[in-house]
């Protein structure tokens, strides 16, 4: 069986929408996630080990949890948040609750990975905390960050390709519906070249905007 080109379209702009979305709002959860692991932690310049000994485990928790069982065991909360647990709206919430501790760790390594001769600098010119982290933390973190956000974009799209497997929409969906139900060979081949366009464009516009931002 043949899956006409208004079907594929219509699965792509579902996917489009839902890594969209939850990496909007992941991305908000992440960087903020992050910065607190990055701040808090002993030595910094918001050391606070009751917050860090919190928000570190919270996060752990939710990077242990793999996505197809995060996506039944939080059913209860997706229908209060949206109002049903099926459909693509519905697989947002799971995905944003997914890929925002992924995000963070990611955020965390990168903040890391700036010289601790940059912080010191700022403390010594007067900077606040908030200042340090705006002006000088980010900022100097920025290429790295940008690749780190590529890196949980693709895999959020890995993620929207299991969301198809309980009624989320996308690709995924339409691979499992039309390509595996029902037998479709081509199907799952076009929704794997597909993904796998989707997937090297967004990793070669990453690499290219970081190439671009670290010789700013």
């Given at each position: 069986m043949e899956v006409s080109n208004e079907l594929i379209m219509k699965a792509l702009w579902e996917t489009l929408y839902m890594v969209s979305i939850s990496l909007f709002f992941g991305a908000i959860i992440g960087i903020l996630l992050g910065v607190t692991l990055v701040v808090t932690r002993k030595g910094h310049i918001l050391e606070n080990r009751i917050l860090f000994s919190v928000v570190n485990p919270i996060v752990n928790i939710f990077r242990s949890i793999p996505f197809i069982i995060l996506l039944v065991a939080i059913i209860p909360f997706t229908r209060l948040i949206v109002g049903t647990?099926?459909?693509t709206?519905?697989?947002?919430?799971?995905?944003?609750l997914h890929i925002g501790p992924y995000i963070s760790r990611l955020v965390e390594n990168s903040l890391l990975e700036v010289d601790e001769g940059i912080i010191e600098a700022a403390k010594a010119m007067g900077a606040t905390p908030l200042q340090i982290i705006f002006k000088f933390l980010i900022p100097e973190a920025f290429p790295s960050l940008v690749l780190s956000v590529t890196t949980a974009t693709i895999g959020l799209i890995g993620a929207t390709a299991m969301a198809g497997a309980i009624g989320g929409?996308?690709?995924g969906d339409l691979a499992i519906t039309y390509g595996y139900q029902r037998f479709s060979t081509i199907t799952i081949v076009v929704t794997v070249i597909i993904l796998v366009v989707v997937?090297?464009?967004?990793?070669t516009l990453g690499n290219i905007l970081e190439r671009k931002l670290r010789r700013v």
């Open positions: 647990s099926i459909g709206t519905a697989a947002i919430v799971p995905l944003v929409g996308g690709l997937v090297q464009g967004i990793q």
